[in-house]
């Protein structure tokens, strides 16, 4: 995760009666792409907010030093296309908990905190 996400205007390439085409932009939307590799991860609309990779482990940290999280592990998937970063709660045993928190590089899904289904949870016959 020791990369940023960059931006780009769409540019793209007609071809007219000769193999020399014209370059056009569409300016509506824009290229994102890793800042190490080039490589392209997603076309989104200008309005879409860029989350980079140290912003998901800044969270974190923010949990780890304030309330009592650890992070046990941070990734990414796809090329970078996702990443995602799980911690668990420093509560004791019976009560621990972990969090995820995903985002991808692309319109359809924004950044997402929660508790996975497999989390740990114990019934202690209460409410």
């Keep these: ?12 390439i007609a071809e007219g009666a000769s193999h020399l085409g014209s370059i056009h932009s569409f300016p509506e939307q824009k290229v994102l792409y890793r800042s190490d590799t080039k490589a392209p991860l997603s076309v ?7 989350v980079q990779p140290e912003e ?29 970063a799980l911690a668990r709660s420093g509560l004791s ?10 985002t991808t590089c692309c319109w359809q899904r924004p950044v997402m905190a929660r508790w996975p289904p497999w989390r740990h949870h114990h019934s202690t016959g209460g409410v």
């Design 44 to 50: 989104v609309s200008q309005r879409y907010k860029v």
């Design 1 to 12: 995760m020791n990369w940023h996400i960059e931006e780009a205007p769409v540019r793209f």
């Design 93 to 102: 045993t019976s009560l621990k908990t972990r969090m995820r928190l995903t």
């Design 56 to 84: 998901i482990l800044e969270f974190y940290r923010d949990l780890t030093e304030y309330a009592g999280y650890e992070l046990e592990t941070a990734g990414v998937l796809k090329g970078g296309r996702k990443f995602w």
